[in-house]
């Protein structure tokens, strides 16, 4: 069995590209730059 890779940032996905989900992302960014942050719009 392949050995497990390291350890990684967690993943936040916010729902909603408006004002509000832009902005949660962007402090969200600064609070934690570690973590990847995905957006999604429909």
Same mark, same amino acid.
């Given at each position: 069995?392949? @050995?497990s890779p390291?350890?990684?940032a967690p993943t936040v996905?916010?729902?909603g590209g408006g004002i509000a989900g832009? @902005?949660?992302a962007a402090r969200l960014r600064e609070?934690?730059?570690d973590v990847e942050i995905v957006?999604?719009?429909?």
């Open positions: 069995m392949p @050995a390291g350890p990684s996905v916010v729902i832009l @902005a949660a609070e934690r730059p957006v999604l719009e429909g």
